[in-house]
């Protein structure tokens, strides 16, 4: 552990983090009163934006947000269903509303197109916008039949795209989660879920956030076991690697900063927990 800020009062319950490729900062979503906190790569927090109301550029009930690698924040606004994006001085640029049932999880690809969820319709998109400009461009529906997804992430080098669904549950228990990857053509290539894991590994998982290092390994946080644990690439899915088991309490989000290290947003304390690779 390298770093830790935020804390309750500085973040309220976050959702969601995202690292900007270029300059180091961290972009936070959570419930306070603005919903957006961006904190520098020392740990101070730069700006706060996007308030709690219903004019167009404000956010309702972020879920979870990304950075763009032309230095854009966009938002999953869960409280009127639509996708959000701003400048890094809080600017509103552009607003979908239009064809979502729940937008849920996003992450940026290098060319700045936004991979998101749609987690009551089931189904995956691809959104090209020209954020400069403020003018979307083209929102695609790359999957369907997908059972409540949630996080998602893409790796920067394959371009392969990975996504948490949760599954309902069955009796008394809480339900399950199922790690699905797709390549960058959108061909299932593996999957596995909550039971599947159990029998390669000694607990239970349940996967709420996921990211590729850069060696293009998917990296899930597991609740149950409050760990992060590395289920290696695609063609080895799935292997079990715990990268950190103590610390943790409700991790909840994930993202890699440009110099490796791994940044976990707990959601149990409120805070962003920075980890160095070495």
């Known amino acids: 552990l390298r770093l830790c800020l935020g804390g309750w009062g500085s973040l309220v319950n976050p959702t969601g983090v995202a690292a900007c490729p270029g300059s180091g900062r961290l972009a936070v979503a959570h419930d306070g009163k603005k919903r957006i906190h961006v904190f520098g790569p020392s740990g101070f927090c730069l700006r706060r934006f996007g308030e709690r109301g219903d004019a167009g550029n404000d956010i309702k009930y972020p879920l979870?947000?990304?950075v763009t690698s032309d230095g854009h924040v966009v938002v999953t606004d869960g409280g009127d269903c639509s996708v959000k994006a701003f400048d890094f001085e809080g600017r509103g640029i552009l607003a979908v509303r239009e064809g979502f049932c729940l937008p849920w999880g996003l992450d940026a690809t290098p060319e700045s197109e936004v991979i998101l969820t749609d987690s009551e319709a089931g189904a995956l998109y691809r959104l090209t916008a020209d954020f400069q400009r403020g003018e979307l461009k083209k929102c695609q529906m790359v999957r369907s039949r997908l059972v409540s997804?949630?996080?998602?992430a893409v790796c920067p080098t394959s371009g392969a795209v990975v996504v948490i669904e949760h599954l309902k549950a069955r009796g008394p228990s809480k339900g399950s989660t199922r790690v699905k990857i797709f390549s960058a053509e959108m061909d299932l290539i593996g999957q596995m879920d909550s039971f599947g894991l159990n029998l390669v590994f000694p607990s239970r998982i349940y996967a709420t956030a996921v990211a590729f290092d850069r060696?293009?390994?998917?990296?899930?946080?597991?609740?149950?076991?409050?760990?992060?644990?590395?289920?290696g690439k695609p063609e080895e899915f799935p292997i079990f690697n715990p990268l950190i088991s103590h610390g943790l309490s409700y991790p909840v989000g994930l993202t890699y900063m440009a110099n490796d290290a791994l940044v976990v947003l707990d959601s149990g304390d409120h805070s962003i927990k920075v980890y160095s690779s070495t």
Do not use: F, K, M, N
């Open 64 to 66: 979870d947000v990304t």
């Open 149 to 152: 997804p949630r996080a998602v």
């Open 215 to 231: 060696e293009g390994r998917v990296i899930v946080t597991d609740v149950c076991s409050q760990a992060v644990i590395c289920l």
